[in-house]
């Protein structure tokens, strides 16, 4: 039986290499992004391109993903964005939208993926950040949604094992993104 398993952000580096390394296993994947994915989705999956930082778009993307499968065995949160600038210069809405699309829409992933899951068990793997344990300057929203994604992660452990559910939290550090390079390059002019 093929297992079915859905990667936020799934345009990014990190959520193409999980989407690649789950079709190269067998896994049926269903990817999510803003943004479009290109040429290259796995034939053995099925793409959604849809805003996870909305609660509407979140309830029609599992809507969706349940006509492609009634089961979920895996759920990966990885997709994320980032504003960097001071923290006394980010706005309102600037840190509501990095808390909308990495932590809220985790809540709300999770909360329609747990009775998918609840019957048969499942992993769920949050991609969370070595900022929300040791961060820099200028990313202030971007370190505490990873740091309150790693408190959300332990509750959800504790919550969903005795499911079956594994809950678990990657923080990977620099990883050559096009989020990073964004990062990166900000405020440098090429020669």
Not at 19 to 33: K, M, P, S, T
Not at 67 to 77: T, Y
Not at 150 to 158: D, F
Request: glycine share 8%; charged share 20%.
């Amino acid at each position: 039986m093929t297992k079915t398993v859905l990667i936020t952000g799934a345009g990014g580096g990190i959520g193409r290499a999980c989407i690649h390394h789950f079709a190269e296993q067998g896994w049926r994947v269903i990817g999510v992004d803003r943004a479009e994915f290109g040429d290259d989705f796995p034939q053995n999956g099925h793409f959604i391109q849809a805003d996870i930082s909305q609660p509407d778009s979140v309830e029609k993307i599992f809507h969706e993903a349940k006509q492609v499968s009634p089961k979920l065995e895996a759920l990966v949160n990885n997709a994320a964005v980032q504003v960097a600038k001071p923290l006394v210069e980010t706005s309102v809405e600037e840190w509501d939208a990095v808390m909308a699309s990495n932590l809220r829409s985790v809540f709300l992933f999770v909360k329609l993926a747990h009775p998918l899951m609840k019957t048969s068990g499942g992993a769920i793997v949050n991609v969370s950040s070595v900022h929300a344990v040791q961060t820099s300057a200028n990313i202030a929203a971007y370190a505490a949604s990873k740091g309150g994604l790693l408190a959300l992660t332990r509750a959800m452990a504790i919550e969903f094992a005795p499911d079956n559910i594994r809950v678990n939290a990657i923080l990977p550090g620099a990883v050559d993104t096009p989020m990073l390079r964004a990062g990166l390059n900000r405020g440098h002019s090429k020669p």
